[in-house]
């Protein structure tokens, strides 16, 4: 059998007995200083989660918004082609003469 040894502390003129084991993971048996602290990063964790979905999912959906226009304007350009009639066949282009 395993014995629990008892803790003590000494805050402000107080005795604070602590038992090892489970009694130290109790919230209640923490200082306001401790519960404040865990209270602020656990506050922090959250709203870090928080700003990097909505920065994903806005990232994400201006991104399929820029693709979207991208492949329609390819679509066009290509549609455009067939649409054309061949170009024109230019004359070779003589040594010394200048074309403004």
Known sequence: MSRRRTVEYRAEGELLSIERGTRFWSPRTWSLRVRLLVTQVVLLAVVCAGIG???DLALKRF???QLDIQLLDAGR???AIFDMPPPA???PHRRGS???
Do not use: E, K
Request: net charge positive; aromatic share 0%; charged share 25%.
């Open 53 to 55: 979905i909505a920065t």
């Open 63 to 65: 991104l399929m918004h």
């Open 77 to 79: 350009r290509s549609a």
């Open 89 to 91: 066949l230019r004359p």
């Open 98 to 100: 200048c074309r403004r």
